[in-house]
C-alpha cells in the first residue's frame, strides 16, 4: 500500500449575507374617507419586506365592530418574502364613530425585530 502527502488549503468566507432590516413601506399615511356601509375596493396599505419571516402582526386601533379586515399576501411586487398588508371590508358605524381610525401594526419577524406602521383610515 503506497501513500500520498500533500497540502490542502480551505478557504471560509462570511456565510450567508445578512438580511436586509424588515421594513414597512410606506410607515405612515392615510386613507378615505370610506363611507358607512359602503364596501371599500380591497388596497394595499402596506409591503411587510426583510427581516427574516415568517412574521406576525399586532394590530391596534380598529374600534369594537370595525368593518375593516386586515389580510397578508404575497407581494404584488414579485419580491420574494414581501408580503403586502391588504385592507377590506364595509366600515361600520363603529368606524364612523371613532373617524379617523389610527390604526397601528407592529410586524415582528422570527428574529424578534419589529417594524411599525401608523395609517389614518
Known amino acids: 500500500m503506497s501513500s500520498v502527502t500533500g497540502t490542502y ?19 405612515t399615511g392615510s386613507d378615505g374617507p370610506n363611507p358607512v356601509g359602503t364596501a371599500i375596493t380591497p388596497f394595499t396599505l402596506a409591503t411587510v419586506s426583510g427581516g ?11 374600534p369594537a365592530g370595525t368593518g375593516y ?16 398588508i391588504i385592507v ?3 366600515p361600520t358605524a363603529a368606524d ?3 373617524s ?3 390604526l397601528v401594526v407592529v410586524v ?12 389614518k383610515l
Do not use: F, H, M
Request: net charge negative; hydrophobic share 35%.
Open 52 to 62: 427574516t419571516g415568517p412574521y406576525t402582526y399586532a394590530v391596534s386601533g380598529l
Open 96 to 98: 364612523a364613530t371613532a
Open 9 to 27: 488549503t480551505i478557504t471560509t468566507g462570511p456565510g450567508l449575507p445578512p438580511p436586509n432590516p424588515l421594513a414597512i413601506t410606506p410607515a
Open 100 to 102: 379617523p381610525i389610527t
Open 88 to 90: 377590506s371590508g364595509t
Open 108 to 119: 415582528t419577524d422570527s428574529a424578534a425585530a419589529s417594524a411599525t406602521l401608523k395609517r
Open 69 to 84: 379586515v386586515l389580510n397578508e399576501q404575497a407581494s404584488a411586487d414579485g419580491v420574494a418574502g414581501d408580503q403586502d
